[in-house]
């Protein structure tokens, strides 16, 4: 496939070579083609319904696509623990901008877009292979799961760690676990509800029996 061409650059790497920093920006390019015109699907668009019935404490999301954003959560409901490809971050002034005038930098054959306040290496504001995560992101995340009443796990194998322990936590804190996915996952023993489904279908369907209960 597509993807198969490149291999993943560690941030060492992009740091270090103007090779690897090229190799990084046209695999970037590639991506911002496929992402410029995503949309949001039922999933989605569903939570966001959820967050306007006044249902959401908040979102975590390993998703880099930003589909989320899209769609109309909130910033500050949102904890995007991988980052995020709709913002560019400076690695050394740390300003964040728009992705779009950068990738259309890149479309004008720019290999490596700089900063154009202080010249530093620009890259989406996303987790790099040998990137830690943002802490911040992280105490947020865990500090919505001890607090909600109620935690959906949708979508996710629940294997990648530390967010793999965030429903555990939700769970440990008094909270009811449900799962939606189409597998299964190390966490099912714990859940509350286990449906292997679309995230959209479902959650669709949820949405339409609680307007009805609170017609």
Same mark, same amino acid.
């Given at each position: 496939g597509r993807w198969n061409q490149f291999r993943p650059v560690t941030i060492q790497e992009f740091m270090a070579s103007g090779d690897?920093?090229?190799?990084?920006?046209?695999?970037?390019? @590639? /991506? #911002?083609?496929s992402m410029k015109d995503a949309k949001p699907n039922a999933g989605h668009k569903a939570i966001v319904a959820i967050d306007q019935m006044g249902k959401l404490k908040g979102l975590i $999301?390993?998703?880099? @696509? +930003? /589909?989320?954003?899209?769609?109309g959560i909130p910033k500050n409901k949102l904890m995007e623990i991988h980052g995020t490809n709709l913002e560019i %971050? *400076?690695?050394? *002034?740390?300003? =964040?901008? @728009?992705?779009?005038? $950068?990738?259309? &930098?890149? &479309? !004008?054959?720019? %290999?490596?877009?700089? *900063?154009?306040? *202080? +010249? +530093? #290496?620009?890259?989406?504001?996303?987790?790099? #292979? +040998?990137?830690n995560l =943002?802490?911040?992101?992280? !105490?947020?995340?865990?500090?919505?799961? &001890?607090?909600c009443d109620l935690m959906l796990a949708l979508g996710s194998t629940l294997v990648v760690e530390p967010a793999a322990s965030i429903p555990r936590t939700a769970k440990s804190n008094?909270?009811?676990?449900a799962i939606i996915t189409l597998s299964e996952t190390p966490l099912d023993s714990l859940a509350d509800i286990k449906i292997e489904e679309s995230t959209g279908e479902v959650l669709s369907g949820v949405l339409s029996i609680i307007k009805?209960?609170?017609c």
């Open positions: 690897k920093r090229i190799e990084y920006w046209k695999m970037k390019l @590639d /991506l #911002f083609e $999301t390993q998703n880099i @696509d +930003g /589909l989320h954003t899209k769609a %971050k *400076c690695l050394s *002034c740390q300003e =964040i901008t @728009d992705w779009a005038p $950068t990738y259309e &930098k890149l &479309k !004008d054959r720019e %290999k490596v877009p700089l *900063c154009l306040k *202080c +010249g +530093g #290496f620009l890259k989406p504001n996303t987790i790099s #292979f +040998g990137q =943002i802490p911040e992101v992280l !105490d947020q995340s865990f500090a919505w799961a &001890k607090e008094g909270a009811m676990l009805e209960k609170e």
